[in-house]
C-alpha cells in the first residue's frame, strides 16, 4: 500500500501539468481568436498583480509612478492607431507633471492596416486591378 501511494505521490505532478497543458491547448485551439487573445491578456495582467503583491517595492525617496495601461483601458478608449490623438493627450496628462522623465514601453501587435502599403493592397483588391497592390510589397532586401 505504502509503495503505490508513493507512486501515485510521484506521478501526480506529472499528471496535473499534463492534464493543465491539455486544457490550455484545448482552450487555444478551440476558443475563438478574440477570447483567447481576452485571455492571455488578462493572465498577463493577473501575473503582474501577483508579482506587486508579492515583491512589495522599498521604502525610497524616489517618486517613481508607473501608468500602467491595461486591457480594460484599452478597450475603453480604443487601439493605439484608432484613438490617436486620446493617447497623445494621456502622455501630456503625465508630462504635465513635469517628470525628470518618461518611458513608454508599447507592443504594436495588431497588424497596422492604415499604412501607405495597407491602403495600396486594399485598394488593389478593391479595384480588381493587381498593379496597384503591387506598390504594397515591400522592396528586395526588406
Not at 478597450?75 to 490617436?84: H, M, P, S, Y
Amino acid at each position: 500500500m505504502g509503495r503505490m501511494r508513493r507512486a501515485l505521490q510521484q506521478r501526480l505532478p506529472v499528471v496535473a501539468g499534463a492534464a493543465t497543458l491539455t486544457v490550455f491547448l484545448a482552450a487555444v485551439i478551440l476558443l475563438p481568436k478574440t477570447t483567447s487573445e481576452i485571455l492571455r491578456d488578462s493572465a498577463f495582467d493577473i501575473e503582474l498583480a501577483g508579482d506587486q503583491w508579492l515583491r512589495r517595492p522599498a521604502p525610497s525617496d524616489l517618486k517613481v509612478i508607473v501608468v500602467d495601461i491595461d486591457r480594460a483601458s484599452i478597450d475603453a478608449l480604443g487601439t493605439w492607431r484608432g484613438r490617436g490623438r486620446r493617447w497623445r493627450g494621456s502622455s501630456r496628462a503625465v508630462a504635465t507633471a513635469r517628470p525628470a522623465a518618461i518611458a513608454i514601453d508599447v507592443l504594436f501587435a495588431e497588424p497596422d492596416d492604415r499604412s501607405p502599403a495597407a491602403l495600396a493592397r486594399r485598394l488593389g483588391s478593391v479595384t480588381g486591378r493587381a498593379e496597384i497592390s503591387t506598390l504594397g510589397e515591400k522592396p528586395a532586401g526588406w
